[in-house]
């Protein structure tokens, strides 16, 4: 059975003396030599025993220290009963006492770091000096399409697939500072991204990696060129009408007023072309105002019957709908109920019906129905016209945007009606669809909450 430290130590202190006091005793009974031999064989014995005392010692506190170092950090060991032994079992202690401070520290760091990277909406990198990824916060997976868990280690050519992208970051590598680039992801074809990155150096100055600051730029990038177009659009629709009322005022100046006819038709035609310059900028405006940031908080909202909303539509375009002799249908409960801005409501069913009596050939009906599905209110405006090529439905909603470019402007459309009922919907936290049936004609469908967000604007 194997004998702890403690008990070695307490047989060496009594062998040492029972063999000291024989040999005190011995010294006066036996010659010198005897002696002699007696105390080198007693010191022998005291040696070996305080020797393998100390092994002991050592190979505890080795075990106990490589337990700790494996990773059990509350790792313990029964102390031994001598002042030696108290004092490594309280070193042990003080050691693990630092450590676990020290360790709870850092994770306290490690915890408010992520927090932080986690909270920008900048994309962060870090990769070593041979380009293998050190970390990456949410932001930078998302961008780089990189799988969480999987590419901690990994060259940044096995995560990702982007020439341009991995050349910028071997250019950065060898810079002698930051360096900034915007990079097409998806060879030309994904999202913009502004890509910075500034070296990594330690105190000699040897580079020890590259930390990665990403934005992506899609979306404003796509912003500009809209309000490009918008600028460019608003130009041509404009310049058309503004021209025409030009034109036929300075013939009228030129000829003079002598024929009454011409002078009426002159001012017809200067009439119409007014007409829809205002109606343009009228328009515009709207659309500007249903974009801005915060119009929901400026119109008003009150509960009321789809039928009422749905008829004084129909009856602004009584006139326009019977001069194509094209009946208007109305199936609404008139029970069901929503909660809307009038005026903005009654705007987007009108334009809807508008465009089915510009567009649908005369003497075919109109029908409108109403049903309320999962707290939803869904409009149908359906017309029995041309219906509309698939290839033009995902841009249909855009500004400006017409399927017949020359025909709209013959009919009087400014190409915004459209976005303006995408986006009186989206204002009210809904949205509009289109479908066209097999059996021929468009079905448009506006959708509105039921009052769900009445409560917020009372």
Request: aromatic residues 6%.
């Amino acid at each position: 059975m194997q004998v702890d430290q403690a008990q070695w130590w307490r047989r060496a202190q009594v062998a040492a003396a029972v063999i000291f006091a024989g040999a005190a005793l011995a010294a006066l009974i036996v010659p010198a030599w005897w002696l002699v031999a007696i105390l080198v064989l007693s010191a022998l014995l005291f040696a070996r025993a305080t020797s393998r005392l100390a092994t002991g010692r050592i190979d505890r506190a080795y075990r106990l220290m490589a337990r700790i170092g494996a990773g059990e950090f509350a790792a313990t060991d029964d102390p031994i009963d001598d002042e030696p032994g108290l004092r490594l079992h309280r070193g042990v202690a003080r050691i693990q006492r630092g450590f676990s401070e020290a360790l709870a520290h850092a994770e306290a760091e490690r915890d408010e770091v992520r927090s932080l990277l986690g909270s920008v909406d900048t994309g962060l990198l870090s990769l070593d000096e041979h380009l293998r990824v050190r970390s990456a916060n949410s932001v930078a997976e998302r961008l780089l399409g990189l799988t969480p868990g999987s590419y901690r280690g990994r060259f940044l050519a096995e995560a990702i697939r982007e020439p341009e992208f991995l050349s910028f970051m071997e250019t950065s590598l060898t810079s002698s500072g930051a360096l900034s680039r915007e990079i097409a992801m998806g060879s030309g074809g994904g999202d913009t991204l502004l890509v910075a990155a500034d070296p990594i150096r330690a105190a000699s100055g040897q580079v020890t990696g590259v930390l990665v600051a990403l934005d992506d730029m899609t979306r404003l990038r796509r912003l500009e060129q809209l309000r490009t177009d918008f600028a460019a659009n608003v130009s041509h629709e404009l310049r058309t009408p503004i021209t025409n009322i030009k034109g036929y005022l300075d013939t009228l100046l030129e000829v003079g007023y002598d024929d009454p006819a011409q002078v009426s038709n002159f001012l017809e035609i200067a009439q119409r072309n007014a007409n829809r310059l205002c109606t343009l900028v009228e328009d515009i405006l709207l659309l500007a105002f249903l974009e801005r940031p915060g119009a929901e908080r400026q119109v008003s909202l009150r509960e009321l019957p789809v039928a009422d909303v749905v008829n004084d539509a129909v009856e602004q375009l009584a006139s326009a709908a019977a001069a194509k002799s094209m009946p208007i249908k109305v199936q609404v409960d008139a029970e069901l109920r929503f909660g809307v801005d009038a005026a903005l409501a009654t705007q987007a069913i009108l334009n809807l019906i508008s465009n089915a009596i510009k567009y649908a050939p005369a003497s075919t009906p109109i029908t409108i129905d109403a049903a309320l599905a999962d707290g939803i209110v869904r409009i149908r405006v359906g017309d029995e016209g041309p219906g509309i090529d698939p290839i033009h439905i995902p841009r249909l909603f855009e500004r400006f945007y017409r399927v017949e470019s020359a025909r709209s402007r013959e009919l009087g459309g400014t190409g915004l009606g459209l976005s303006i009922v995408k986006h009186i919907a989206i204002l009210h936290g809904g949205g509009v669809e289109v479908s066209c049936p097999e059996g021929g004609g468009t079905l448009f469908t506006v959708c509105f909450p039921r009052g769900s967000r009445v409560a917020n604007h009372s």
